[in-house]
């Protein structure tokens, strides 16, 4: 299919998806550059995962690996319908993904509710499909849940901070909250995990709407 810029602004059919692949083109690398924790696993008992998509994931991870108890991250792409995508192809805006970060925690340090305190302040939550300058698909908000409590706990953080910028004259919020069940995360190319690490003075398109989320405690830098 011929892939035009109208792709970036809606979600792809079935029938215009790639059809992607069985396995992935690349190796990832067996280490957190920050964290020096596997970046895959297998990861020590008691750690619980979660997913969330807030725009471009080089600046996203980083907001996630400076938090106390983040054990490990690792980006990806998540909530489409290509089977192991390339980065090219989620540009493309016909794989249906996301960019996604996977935050790896330990839940006596830091709690699933912090790390939600820090997705929702971390971006504008009302933006579509788009996060900044950064337009497509593969930029809208969306967080994927790994048991019945994230999703509750999700959904309640959600509507709290709704109130909140609804007093302060922002839209609705279009963050997609699931299950990940059945929408399967595909780790990224090596160059992509902890991008900002390796290129400290590379683009971050992270810009939250400077409102405080009622849920959680911050425990991150910037």
């Not at 969306?142 to 709290?160: K, L, N, Y």
């Not at 059945?182 to 690490?197: C, I, K, N, S, V």
Request: net charge negative.
């Amino acid at each position: 299919m011929l892939y035009t810029q109208a792709h970036k602004n809606r979600l792809p059919t079935p029938e215009e998806a790639l059809p992607g692949r069985d396995e992935p083109l690349f190796e990832l690398p067996g280490t957190h550059t920050v964290l020096g924790t596997a970046l895959a696993g297998p990861h020590p008992a008691g750690l619980e995962v979660a997913d969330f998509a807030l725009g471009c994931f080089w600046g996203a991870e980083r907001r996630f690996y400076r938090a106390p108890g983040v054990w490990t991250t690792l980006v990806g792409y998540q909530g489409g319908l290509t089977p192991h995508p390339t980065y090219e192809e989620v540009c493309s805006g016909l794989t249906g993904h996301t960019e996604t970060v996977r935050v790896v925690f330990d839940p006596d340090v830091v709690t699933y509710d912090d790390l939600l305190k820090v997705f929702w302040e971390s971006h504008d939550p009302t933006q579509g499909h788009r996060q900044g300058n950064d337009v497509g698909t593969q930029y809208r908000s969306a967080i994927h849940t790994h048991s019945p409590r994230q999703q509750a706990a999700a959904e309640a953080s959600r509507d709290a901070y709704q109130r909140v910028l609804e007093e302060s004259g922002y839209s609705a919020i279009t963050t997609e909250i699931r299950p990940a069940e059945g929408h399967t995360f595909y780790p990224a190319e090596g160059y992509h995990q902890q991008y900002l690490d390796k290129n400290p003075a590379g683009y971050c398109g992270l810009g939250g709407t400077g409102l405080t989320c009622p849920v959680g405690v911050a425990r991150y830098a910037a």
